[in-house]
C-alpha cells in the first residue's frame, strides 16, 4: 500500500486539538423540542461532556513540538448539517437506497444493508460481474425501530452468494435506483485491512476516510464508536451517508463501542439502534450476540469482542470466546488478530484502567491461543506496545494497538503518563488512521497514518512476524491447549 509519503516520527507528541469550523452554527435554526425531550437531551449532553473532561486530566506530554494543520476547506464540507431533531434528508425518490454498506456474512457470502423510507420496497438485490447486467437475485429480511420520538426507515439486510474471491461484482437494492459495486476480499495472502476507531462526523473523519480512500485495501476493521449519535438517531442517518461512499464498496466489519449503547434506564435496552443498523455474521460465528462474533479472510482469523457486554468466566462471551480461539487452525489461519473498543495496555491518561477487568478475565484465553494481535480504540490517539502479556515484555504475548484517533467529535486524548512504560513504543495523540498488510503466512507491514492535511503521512511503520512461524507455538503447547479445551 504504496498510497502515502513517509514523515520523521513525532514520537510522543501532544498536539492541542485544533478548533475547526462545523456545520453546527448558528445560522441553522432548528424546529423546538418537547420540553421533556429537551431535559433529557441536555442531561445526556452535560454527562458525556463531564466524563469526556474528566477522562483528559493528567500530567502533560514531553516534546509537544508537532503542530498538526488544519484539514483543507474541502474537507471542512463533510456531511454534519443535520440536527438531531431535524427531519431526515430525502433521497431523490423514496424507494432508493440509502446508507448502503457491506460486510461478510459467512464464507463467500455478503450481507448489504441499506434503508429506505418507502416500506413497500422488497429487501432484494440483484447482482453479477458485469456492469448493469443482473444474473443472480437474493431476498432478504428487513426491519426498522423507534426511538424516543424518531422512526427509523426500512432497514434491509439481504445475504448475496456464493461469491468469487477477489472479484468486482455490481449490484442493485430494491429492484431499482443506482448501481453500486463491491469487490470481495482475496483467497490467499497478500490481504490488506484498512483498520480506523472513534470515527464520528467531523471534518478530520471526513480528512480519515479521504485518506483511506487513496489506498488500495480489501476491508475495513473498526473497533468500535462509530456515529457518535448518542440518543439522536438522525445522527446514525447522516453517518450512514457519510460512509456509504467506501463502506458500500468494501466491507466494513465493526465491533460495539460505548457511544453505541444509548441505553435509557427503564425505557430502552441498549445497542437497538447499532444492532438494526450494523447486523455482523454473530450467528454465523456460533455467537448468541451481534456484540461479539469471528470471521475468517485470507488467512487470518478475525475475533470482534464485546467490551460492553458480559466477558466474566461465567459470562456467554467467555464461553464463546474460549470454544472459538479452540477450532483456530493456525495452518490454515497463521494470522490470529482480535478487536475490542476499550483498550488493555494504555499509557495515555485518558480512560485509565478501563479495560483491567476484561484483561483479568480474557488475556490468558489469549495467549494461550498466542493471538498476534489486539487492536482497540476508545483512547483518542494512537499508541503501539511491544508484545506483551501480564503487564511485562513477552515474545509470545501479542502486539496491542490503540487507535482510537478516527475523528471524534470529542477531540484528543494528548496526555500521556510519564516515564513511558517499557511494553510502549510509539504513541501520539494526531487523528489517523492504520493498514495492515499481511503479506504472508509469517509477515504483516503495519503502518500508522497522521492525517496530514492533503495526503496521509506514514508516520509509524514496523514489521510484525506471525506467532504461528515461530517456536511460541510448541512451547508449552499441551499446558496452553488445556486453558481452551477444559470445561
Not at 501532544?14 to 429537551?38: D, E, G, I, K, W
Not at 442531561?43 to 486530566?57: E, N, R, Y
Not at 492535511?453 to 515461530?470: C, F, K, M, Q, Y
Amino acid at each position: 500500500m504504496t498510497c502515502s509519503r513517509g514523515s520523521p516520527p513525532y514520537k510522543d507528541t501532544a498536539p492541542a486539538p485544533q478548533r475547526t469550523r462545523s456545520a453546527y452554527s448558528p445560522a441553522m435554526a432548528a424546529p423546538p423540542l418537547p420540553f421533556p425531550l429537551l431535559i433529557l437531551l441536555l442531561l445526556l449532553a452535560v454527562s458525556s461532556s463531564t466524563v469526556a473532561a474528566a477522562a483528559a486530566i493528567g500530567a502533560p506530554v514531553l516534546g509537544e513540538d508537532y503542530v498538526r494543520p488544519p484539514p483543507s476547506r474541502s474537507h471542512r464540507k463533510a456531511l454534519l448539517s443535520l440536527f438531531p431533531w431535524s427531519k431526515k434528508k430525502e433521497s431523490s425518490s423514496a424507494s432508493d437506497p440509502q446508507q448502503v454498506h457491506i460486510s461478510l456474512a459467512g464464507e463467500k457470502h455478503m450481507r448489504i444493508t441499506w434503508i429506505t423510507d418507502d416500506n413497500s420496497v422488497p429487501s432484494v438485490v440483484d447482482y453479477g460481474t458485469k456492469e448493469g447486467a443482473y444474473t443472480m437475485k437474493s431476498q432478504g429480511e428487513s426491519t426498522s425501530y423507534s426511538y424516543l420520538l424518531y422512526s427509523s426507515g426500512k432497514i434491509h439486510h439481504v445475504v448475496v452468494g456464493p461469491l468469487e474471491d477477489n472479484t468486482i461484482y455490481y449490484y442493485r437494492c430494491g429492484g431499482q435506483g443506482p448501481e453500486f459495486q463491491f469487490k470481495t476480499p482475496p483467497s490467499q495472502f497478500p490481504l490488506s485491512l484498512a483498520v480506523v476507531g472513534d470515527l464520528g462526523q467531523t471534518s478530520w473523519t471526513t480528512s480519515t476516510l479521504n485518506h483511506i480512500k487513496q489506498c488500495e485495501h480489501d476491508m475495513l476493521l473498526l473497533p468500535g464508536d462509530l456515529s457518535y449519535a448518542d440518543y439522536m438517531q438522525h445522527l446514525w442517518d447522516s453517518f450512514g451517508t457519510l460512509v456509504e461512499p467506501l463502506a458500500s464498496n468494501r466491507p466494513w466489519m465493526v465491533t460495539e463501542g460505548n457511544h453505541e449503547k444509548e441505553k435509557i434506564p427503564l425505557f430502552k435496552s441498549g445497542f437497538q439502534s447499532y444492532n438494526a443498523r450494523w447486523k455482523m455474521p454473530y450467528e454465523e460465528s456460533g455467537s448468541r450476540s451481534n456484540l461479539y462474533y469471528s470471521f475468517e479472510v485470507a488467512g487470518a482469523h478475525i475475533i470482534m469482542l464485546g467490551s460492553y457486554t458480559d466477558y466474566d468466566d461465567s459470562s456467554d462471551q467467555y464461553a464463546w470466546l474460549k470454544a472459538d480461539l479452540a477450532k483456530v487452525d493456525r495452518e490454515r489461519t497463521p494470522w490470529l488478530i482480535v478487536l475490542l473498543h476499550v483498550p488493555w495496555y494504555n499509557s495515555n491518561w485518558a480512560h485509565q484502567g478501563e479495560g483491567d477487568s476484561m484483561m483479568a478475565s480474557m488475556e490468558t484465553l489469549l495467549y494461550a491461543a498466542r493471538v498476534d494481535m489486539v487492536i482497540a480504540g476508545h483512547v483518542h490517539a494512537y499508541e503501539r506496545a511491544e508484545r506483551v502479556y501480564n503487564g511485562r515484555l513477552d515474545p509470545c504475548g501479542a502486539v496491542h494497538i490503540t487507535i482510537g484517533d478516527g475523528g471524534n467529535r470529542e477531540g484528543l486524548a494528548h496526555r500521556y503518563r510519564n516515564p513511558k512504560p517499557a511494553w510502549s513504543v510509539f504513541r501520539e495523540a494526531s487523528f489517523g488512521h492504520g493498514e495492515l498488510k499481511i503479506v504472508n503466512s509469517t509477515h504483516a507491514h503495519w503502518t500508522w497514518h497522521r492525517n496530514d492535511d492533503e495526503e496521509p503521512v506514514r508516520t509509524d511503520d514496523v514489521w510484525i512476524n506471525s506467532l504461528a512461524g515461530s517456536g511460541c507455538i510448541l512451547e508449552g503447547s499441551r499446558e496452553l491447549r488445556k486453558i481452551l479445551t477444559s470445561p
